[in-house]
């Protein structure tokens, strides 16, 4: 039996193969980016619980440095949250 598919069908299923590949690549970056959250988020617990603050011993460069990191990767996860 030929395979009688319409040019349109077929340009339609390759943008779906492609949308789903991006759609799986925005889930594993978006699972990495949960980990590094989690992973963040226990040293800081760690760090709380022995009293310390998370900014001791750190130069004023490296505590803005620090925070301008942390403003990234909240504003990267936030781009794979719903509103």
Partial sequence: MADNKHP???????????IHR?????RARCEQLHGQNEKM?????DLKSRGKSFFDGMTEKDRMACKQQI????SR???YLPE
């Fill in 41 to 45: 988020r226990s040293e800081l617990t």
């Fill in 71 to 74: 403003s990234n990767l909240i």
């Fill in 8 to 18: 349109s069908y077929i340009e339609m299923e390759q943008t779906l193969v492609k």
């Fill in 22 to 26: 991006e759609l799986n690549k925005l």
């Fill in 77 to 79: 996860i936030d781009t």
